[in-house]
């Protein structure tokens, strides 16, 4: 098991360097990472967008660009379809989100012809590596899916599962977080929680192991799990915290950066490569774990 970031950048050195797609690279934040993520060896880049920009931007923060690749495409809508190409194609092992809005470029991946999608669900996926833990979290979904039904939430869970996996978690152990530990009938989000479960257990969701519903406590600490009387393996130990929608994963994802200060990583998969989508808010070390998670995922799959 991974246990921290120092340790996700030291295997992701072992399995790369994986190639980046990174659609309209014009964007400063990207660029710094990508050049990080080159010196510490777990990635290439294939830098598509304006070269004009991109050569400014590079000459301001003294980047050499002779180590990339750049396919200069300013129309933003082609650039990134020409992104997500690369990847279809073989020539890219992952994309990155560069200046760019979301929608654009999850349309291209989406793209029948040249696109990535597969038939599942997208989701996002968030890593966090917060001071006090003997390990690290997996949070979803705090970004893509708004009001998952029980279908969804199982591919969410899916999804999540396959990137504890490329962390090397043989089996994660997925908590289904609502507001209670106990299901009632008013508050479905704990009905679905006790669906997944015995999904888990009649073998319909595999290699992990379901447990809910869980509050926030007793999903992350064995003290609040004992104290609430709760006997169950995930309680206490949860890898993966399943938020019941946006809403709830939006708000635990940003309360552990900006109250937690924990280290954090995203990335968007369920397609046929992981997608590399972050916040501008997002830090240029968070940035440079995103494609070290990136990458431990795409070494599963290439």
Do not use: W
């Not at 992104?83 to 470029?105: N, Q, W, Y």
């Not at 507001?179 to 319909?204: F, Y």
């Not at 004992?226 to 019941?244: N, Q, S, T, W």
């Amino acid at each position: 098991m991974i246990r921290n970031f120092d340790e996700v950048m030291k295997i992701a050195r072992e399995r790369g360097p994986k190639i980046v797609s990174v659609a309209c690279a014009q964007d400063t934040e990207v660029l710094l990472a990508l050049n990080e993520a080159k010196k510490a060896g777990i990635a290439e880049a294939i830098l598509v967008g304006d070269k004009e920009k991109i050569t400014s931007i590079a000459t301001e923060k003294n980047i050499d660009l002779a180590q990339f690749e750049i396919v200069d495409i300013k129309d933003i809508t082609e650039a990134s379809r020409k992104a997500v190409e690369l990847v279809s194609t073989g020539k890219a092992h992952m994309v990155m989100k560069g200046l760019v809005d979301t929608s654009i470029i999850l349309k291209a991946v989406l793209d029948g012809e040249i696109g990535l999608k597969t038939g599942n669900v997208l989701s996002h996926v968030a890593l966090f590596d917060v001071k006090g833990y003997d390990r690290m979290f997996l949070v979803t979904d705090a970004a893509m899916n708004i009001a998952p039904d029980l279908e969804t939430k199982k591919q969410i869970i899916q999804n999540a599962v396959q990137v504890g996996h490329a962390l090397d978690i043989e089996e994660p152990k997925v908590a289904v977080v609502c507001a209670k530990e106990k299901a009632n009938p008013k508050m479905p989000d704990t009905m679905d929680a006790v669906a997944l479960e015995e999904m888990n257990q009649k073998g319909e969701i595999t290699n992990c192991l379901i447990g809910g519903p869980f509050a926030l406590d007793n999903a992350v600490s064995i003290e609040a799990a004992k104290l609430k009387g709760i006997d169950h393996p995930v309680a206490g130990f949860a890898d993966v915290l399943m938020a019941p929608d946006i809403e709830a994963g939006n708000v635990l994802y940003k309360s552990m950066v900006f109250f937690a200060n924990a280290k954090n990583a995203g990335i968007i998969v369920g397609a046929k490569a992981p997608i590399v989508l972050t916040s501008r808010a997002d830090s240029e070390e968070a940035k440079l774990y995103s494609i070290a998670l990136g990458v431990l995922c795409a070494a599963k799959l290439f």
